[in-house]
């Protein structure tokens, strides 16, 4: 049972750090955006975990040796719409994030045909979700390999905390509401 919520707890981190790289794939990056850091990642982790110098070392170097596909991901998410498209997505972004409601699967589907997404491109952005989810079980296992147990039971409590924090958004809303964008 324990490893089943550990590994729960992890993915809740990677996920936390895979939607800092993933969260602005659908806008431009403008100053001051926060977006990949593996050196503010590695702060908070080795400071909660408490890291010995070759842990921290090792898991730094499994960000930067991910770092690359997963830019490589967010700029072929990004390159998928037109300028137009991602400035309308932008500006949608941007209106949830002011307190406005997720609109439901079928608002997004009238918004998204009435910005042109045709469903190539939808297609496509699922097939780069689901690279990013392996890339993104990919370090989880990697991480998973450098923690003691004690460390794993901490990282809990950091996602625990970390939720309450966050409350029960993400990228799809609410936890349970997994349908396809």
């Known amino acids: 049972m324990k490893a089943k919520s550990f590994i729960t707890v992890l993915t809740g981190l990677i ?32 400071t909660e975990l408490g890291l010995s110098a070759d842990q921290q070392s090792r898991i730094k170097s499994i960000f930067e040796s991910h770092k690359p596909q997963f830019e490589q991901l967010r700029e072929q998410m990004k390159s998928t719409f037109t300028e137009e498209q991602r400035a309308a997505m932008k500006e949608m972004h941007k209106n949830r994030k002011a307190g406005g409601e997720r609109p439901s699967k079928e608002e997004r589907q009238a918004k998204f045909a009435q910005l042109g997404v045709s469903e190539g491109q939808m297609q496509q952005m699922k097939s780069l979700r689901e690279q990013m989810k392996a890339e993104r079980e990919s ?12 460390q794993q039971t901490k990282l809990e409590e950091m996602k625990a905390k970390h939720k309450g924090k966050r409350g029960r958004r993400g990228m799809r809303g609410e936890r349970g509401n997994q349908d396809s964008q």
Do not use: Y
């Not at 750090?17 to 080795?46: I, T, V, Y």
């Not at 370090?139 to 004690?150: F, N, Q």
């Open 139 to 150: 370090m989880k296992s990697e991480i998973s390999a450098v923690l003691t147990p004690d």
């Open 15 to 46: 996920v936390s750090c895979s939607l800092l790289l993933a969260g602005p794939a659908l806008a431009d990056r403008g100053e001051g955006k926060r977006g990949w850091n593996p050196d503010r990642m590695m702060e908070k982790m080795s």
